[in-house]
């Protein structure tokens, strides 16, 4: 009954999940005329992308003193 | 007789077509009511239960069947739902709205300056800093206020200002709440600074920023300083109609609609001087809105 993933599974998906969103929370500030209208608290958005950025860089730093 | 029954005919007909066009008009409301509800009935309260409930049964069976792919489908899931209920927006409110509400306090005043039958101009007076110590008998300097003059000249004296009284006598005009001070409070909590801490320069390059990228007040807004004077161009500002209503509001000239308002009030905090709308601009298609300020030396 352990949790599947290991420590570099969850680094994977936090280096995935965070250019999705960084991606997607650029492409949203840009304000195009379509984006632009996009219902959305982009500054929330952005926010969660730079904390899974900050996430990923903390598993890196992790693996780089304490290899997994 | 035939022709008053002629005109009957005709008035039942009427009638007729009116009930007819009555009852489609009824059943057109109740389809938009219906299409309302649907357009409302799907909140993103409701996609966040969609996406947690079977994040959260994935990542059950993954740690009780040790399989990485489940985890990773229920780390993804719950990962989205609890992102769609972060960010959903707090209110999102019509445009078009802006104008209907801000419409009745230009009127107002419109209905003031005629019944006072004042002919001057309004200038934006610069409130005293929020840290300064004032005694309570001069804490209506810190509100920022528009005195409008009943003709062109003369200045309303500190203590009259300090008075908090809305007809001055010496001179003679009226001293109200600017139409965009709620406005210039959000614009400066999002600047995240007071504009009476801002340079001139720096005021002219962080609002249209804050108006046009954290607002969405205006498509487009440019800020030049020119010798004394400083200009202002919005395209397609949310407050528009006001400048092309039936009404044909004359206080939105020399007040400024909102945001011009809340404009000229920045300036006022961050120079220190009055403010005054020269003039302003309507493009013919009335998107693009030009105004002009004059900065005017010495204090009230």
Not at chain 2, 150 to 169: H, I, Q, R, V, Y
Not at chain 2, 193 to 202: F, G, H, N, V, Y
Request: hydrophobic fraction near 45%.
């Amino acid at each position: 009954m352990n949790f599947p993933l290991s420590m570099s599974d969850i680094s994977l998906w936090l280096a995935v999940m965070a250019i999705i969103l960084l991606i997607t929370s650029e492409m949203l500030s840009s304000a195009t005329s379509y984006s632009g209208h996009v219902v959305i608290d982009k500054k929330r958005l952005r926010l969660v992308a730079i904390a899974l950025g900050l996430g990923f860089i903390a598993t890196v730093i992790i693996r780089i003193f304490q290899p997994f | 007789m035939s022709r008053e029954k002629e005109d009957k005919t005709s008035e039942l007909t009427t009638t007729q077509y009116l009930i007819e066009t009555i009852k489609q008009l009824q059943v057109e409301n109740e389809n938009l009511k219906l299409e309302m509800k649907k357009l409302k009935g799907t909140p993103s309260g409701k996609i966040v239960l969609v996406f947690i409930i079977p994040g959260a049964l994935a990542l059950t069976f993954s740690i009780i069947n040790n399989s990485t792919i489940l985890a990773f489908i229920g780390l993804s899931l719950t990962f989205w739902g609890v992102l769609f209920f972060f960010v959903r927006p707090i209110r999102y409110v019509q445009s078009s709205l802006l104008d209907s509400t801000a419409l009745a306090t230009y009127t107002t005043i419109d209905r003031i300056v005629k019944d006072l039958k004042f002919k001057g101009k309004s200038y934006y007076i610069p409130p005293y800093p929020k840290e300064v110590y004032l005694p309570d008998y001069l804490k209506g300097l810190k509100d920022p206020v528009v005195f409008v003059s009943a003709d062109t000249g003369g200045m309303p004296s500190l203590e009259e200002l300090a008075k908090s009284k809305f007809l001055l006598e010496n001179p003679n005009g009226i001293c109200i709440a600017p139409p965009g001070l709620g406005l210039l409070l959000h614009l400066e909590k999002e600047m995240g600074k007071d504009a009476a801490k801002l340079q001139l320069t720096e005021l002219c390059e962080s609002l249209p920023l804050v108006v046009v990228e954290s607002l969405q007040l205006a498509k487009e807004m440019e800020m030049k300083i020119e010798n004394n004077q400083i200009y202002l161009r919005m395209l397609d500002p949310a407050y528009k109609n006001l400048y092309g209503t039936e009404e044909r509001l004359k206080s939105v000239h020399f007040l400024g609609c909102p945001i011009a308002s809340a404009v000229a009030c920045a300036l006022a905090k961050a120079t220190g001087k009055m403010v005054l709308i020269q003039k302003d601009n309507v493009s013919p298609d009335g998107q693009t809105i030009e105004v002009w300020y004059r900065l005017i030396e010495g204090e009230a």
